[in-house]
Every structure is written in C-alpha cells, then in structure tokens.
DNA sequence: ATATGGATTTGTCTAGGACAAAAATAACAA
DNA sequence: TTGTTATTTTTGTCCTAGACAAATCCATAT
C-alpha cells in the first residue's frame, strides 16, 4: 500500500512532469538536482521524493521563475515561494472550494449543470469555469488537491462544455476550426475558446486531437471552414509556437484567418490575418471585427 | 501551399510518429535509415518524405515485423509488404468505407448516430464500431486516409460513446474506474471497454486522462470502487505494462480487482486478481464470473 | 512436439561537449 | 527619468559513440 519507494526512470519521470530527459541530465549536472540513486548498470533511479519536489520547479517555472533562481533555494524555501505567489491570485468564490476539495463525482457533474442552467452558458463560463481552472491550478501546485481530483473535475467540465459545442447542431457560417498541435496536452483551453466563439456566433468544429501542422491545410480545405483556432498552454515552448505559426501561415491558403491562443503566444510577430488572442474576454469583440462584417448565420 | 519541403527536428519527428529520439538515431547507426539533411550546426533535419516512410515502417512493426527485417527492405518493398499484410484481414463492411473516405463531419455524426439507433448499443459496437477502428487502422497505414480524417472520426465515435455511458448515471454497483497511464495515447479502446462493461451490468466510471501510477490507490479509495481498468494500446511498451501491473498490484488493496487490457498485454504473470481481457467480447462472461456474484444492481 | 541454452537483436541509457535562442544586464541616448 | 541597443549570461536541446539488459530468434537436446 505504499509507492513511496517505488523507483522509477528517467523516461518515466519526464513523462509524469513533462520536462525533457536531456533538461533534467543537464539540471542534474549544473545544479545539482535532481540528483537520483543508481543503479548497478549506473542508471539513473528517482524516488516519488523527486517527484514531488519537482512538480513544485516546474510549476515555479510556469510562474516566470527561472532555473537558477528555482535551484538557488532549498526544497522548503521553494515551497513558501510558491505558497507566496499562489497568494496574489487566490480566487474568491467559496463555494467552488467545496466542489473541488469535497465532491464526489457524481455530485460534481451534477452541481456543475446545475450552475450552468442557472447562470446561463456565458455567465457559467465567467463565474464557474474560469475560476475553477484556476482554483484546479492552485490546489495542484500547493498540494492540497490530487492529481487525480484534478483530472476528474477537468474530465467532468469537458463532458459538459462539449456537449455545449455539439448541441448547436445546424450550419451556420462562418465556421472555423479549433484543433492543437502534436505535443500540446492541455486541450481545455482549446475547448473553451471554441465554446466562446459559438457563443458569439460562430460555428466551431473542434477536433479534440493533436493534428501534425502538415495535416492542417488539407483538413482546412476540405471541411471549408474560414478560420483555424490553435492553443498554445503555458507548458508548450513559445519559440516552437512561433515557428509553427509561421510554418502555417506559408503553408495556408491565405484567405484563411489563423487564430493563436494560450499562454504562449504573448510577443508574436504581426503576420496577414493572424489573430492573437491571449485573452478569453476578447473573444466576442474579435468575432464582431474579423468574422461578423461580411457573413450572417442563417438558420 | 506546399509543406513538403518544410523541415523538421529529431524531437518534432519523434513526436509526430511515437517513436523515441534515441530509437531514431540508433536506426540511423545501424540501418543508415531515415537518414536526414544536417543544418550547419550539425542537427538532423528531416522532411515530410521521412515521415510518410517512418509511418509505413511504424505500422510494419505493429503487424510484427523486426526492424532488422524492416530496414533489409527498399521502401517500395516495405509499401507492398504492408498492403500484403492488411488484405489478410480487410474487413467486409462497404457501407462503412463509404462512410470512412467520403463523409463530411456532420454527415458521419448523423450516420454513426442513427446506426447506433437502429443496431441497439451492443450490435452497434459489434458491427460498426469494432470494424470502423479496423478500417482506420487500414486506411491509415496504407495511404489512403489522411490522419486529419482518422481523427475527426474517432474524436466523433468518442464523443458518441462517451453520452452513452455518462447516459446512466444511477448509481450501480459494482463499479470500475477506467483509466490510462502516463504515455498512452490511445484512449478508444478503453473507452468501447467501458461501454460494454456497462452493458453487462458494471458501472464504469471512465477518466479520460493520463493518471501517474502513485495517484491510482488514493482515487480508487476516494470513490469506492470494485475494480481498475487499464489499457495498452500496441504502442505501449510491453515490459512496461508489465512491470506497472505488478507495481500496481503490490500497492493497491488486494479486495480491489485489477482488469487490464489492450494488445501490449498478451502473455502476462498470473497474479492476484487480474483479469487480462484481450478480447472485447470476453467481457460480458467476466462480469458475470467476477463481479456478478454477490452484486446486485439495485436502482 | 516441447523444453533448454546460447547467440543476436533491439531499445534505452550513459557522459560530457557544443551552440543558438531567450533573457538579463549594461551602456548609451533622448 | 525613460527608451533603445549592444553585450553577457542563462537555458534547453542537440550531438557522438559506447554500453548493456531484456526480448527474441535459432539450434540443439529431450
């Protein structure tokens, strides 16, 4: 009943935090951490220790602290930091502290329709979903809340906003499709955008899959859609977004309209018809202006 | 318009076919294939040619097929070995090729929602869904399916499952939790497990994310359940099915049965309460031998 | 036919070096 | 002060070439 001592590879570790086998070898060498046992071939052997430890690194990392800094401080002082800076965003609403510490699943899909039917979809997405990915992220990375917990509630949340998506079955123009590229796990993101298009009026098809970048014009021609919605999470490298934003637009009809959200995509180089939308506020504006001037849906 | 000259990294390949950066490299050492340009750095700089050729030796080592074996061949030979070996089990079903090469999105959803409709959930599965993932796979490997499609209908197939198993929500008992772990990509399979599971009379309870190991005892407590699902796909790694299965056994309560599943699991070590299930039509005697005897849906 | 034991194949790991892109810092101008 | 540009440091990813256990094949013996 205890994995504590279960040892795992470098592979594995790498998997489990999404960092690269050669980031943590070069960490080990020039920091000193993590620095696992061996085994008898000299392989190296990390503990669940590490595992933790580095789960509080990465998520320092996401908050803009770099390596040297993170491996300058000791395990516990890396801990308040990120108690301190999880502080200065601390979402207010109480009542999602109990959904997501306290719930069982079943009580969850259920106080989350709920509060969708009441509030109504815009309203839900402000007031419940924004706040509770960002509550998810917290508990995450402060260690109150499971990875497991964590995994459960975002499952719940997809179930119900893609329902959402499908649910507006007829064609209407314009439409646009909203898709993530090979590497790029954090899909509820993506899933959000496209619930706040359709809510603005636009069609969105969301393939909930990670497409190659060569794929993407045949796609795009076939299913005639106006626009493609790419999400870059905070965990994709943005030199790699940019690249791939560039390889895109060459390789696309140029009549297509690109949009690029998430994380990522903060200091992007002005490129025709790409739209940058690193705000989920935005999006209604943004439909009005690029998308609405010259097509109606008609039903 | 044209991507066939766009250049791309050891790491994005690797990505973009499941197959690891140093398993690449070493090809390259032994076999001289693929064999990649050198930008001035040095670096490897493959091209979508590589790819394409990456994938039919991909899909070959699937069917069994050693490297060695491989790589011995040109790759015209390597093309019509693979034809050769997917016409021993091409299945039948015309309506579905249709289906499969000419749909559009909304008319595959309509398709695939009336079949379910006519067929009954259990027939629909048996006749459709089971031979659809074949004709994929088939379509896939052999050129004739672009992935961009591949993946718009599964994503449709998963969306259509999914409601049917979130469809009935009283609570039954017994239940298992479905899951995956980190680095298995497909989640299909684990998905039309679920569903018949449910049809004979469990109630599963699917996550549809990559859960770390470690994190499996404490949900698995948290929410009751009778049993864990796994599932290994063809992609994962054998050995290390394996050598999860016995770590998973040893810290999970010994009362709570371990279902696992999927081709990476063909001969595997008795062990206590595992059940190997490489057949989905296996599934209705299962539960009725190991989880029907003293359970009662009671509703 | 089936088990056993040795030979071969295969994927993943190792070390330590290299270098471009990104970020921080310094230098300088308005 | 603020803003721009050049210089330095940091950081992630790639490189080579070698090693070895686990998996698989193959020949021999039961």
Redesign the interface.
């Known amino acids: 009943?205890?994995?504590s001592r279960?040892k795992i590879t470098i592979k594995?570790l790498s998997?489990?935090i999404g960092i690269g086998v050669d980031t943590l070898r070069v960490w080990e060498r020039r920091y000193g951490f993590p620095l696992p046992h061996r085994d008898r071939r000299g392989h190296r052997s990390y503990t669940?220790k590490h595992?933790e430890e580095l789960r509080v690194v990465k998520k320092l990392q996401i908050f803009g602290q770099r390596p040297s800094a993170i491996f300058s401080l000791s395990p516990t002082e890396r801990h308040v930091l990120l108690e301190e800076l999880l502080n200065t965003q601390r979402p207010e609403n109480k009542s999602l502290e109990h959904l997501v510490f306290g719930m069982?699943?079943?009580q969850i899909?259920v106080e989350l329709a709920e509060q969708k039917k009441r509030l109504g979809l815009a309203e839900f997405v402000k007031q419940t979903v924004v706040p509770l990915l960002q509550l998810i992220d917290h508990g995450w990375s402060s260690g109150r809340l499971?990875?497991?917990?964590e995994?459960?509630i975002?499952?719940q949340l997809?179930?119900l906003l893609?329902?959402e998506l499908?649910a507006a079955?007829c064609?209407v123009r314009p439409q646009v499709l909203f898709l993530t590229l090979?590497?790029e796990r954090h899909k509820l993101g993506l899933l959000l955008a496209a619930v706040q298009f359709q809510q603005a009026g636009v069609q969105s098809?969301?393939?909930?899959?990670e497409?190659?970048?060569?794929?993407?014009?045949?796609?795009v021609a076939?299913?005639a859609v106006e626009g493609v919605a790419l999400s870059f999470s905070s965990h994709y490298p943005s030199r790699q977004a940019k690249h791939d934003l560039r390889?895109l637009r060459k390789?696309?009809?140029p009549a297509i309209t690109i949009i690029a959200g998430g994380q990522a995509v903060q200091q992007l180089p002005t490129m025709p018809k790409l739209l940058v939308c690193s705000d989920l506020q935005q999006i209604p504006k943004l439909v009005k202006r690029y998308f609405k001037k010259n097509a109606m849906g008609i039903c």
């Open positions: 009943m205890d994995l279960t594995q998997q489990e669940t595992l069982s699943p079943q899909v499971s990875i497991a917990r995994h459960l975002s499952d997809t179930a893609k329902a499908s079955a064609p090979p590497g098809l969301l393939l909930n899959e497409l190659p970048l060569s794929e993407i014009p045949g796609l076939e299913l390889s390789s696309l009809n």
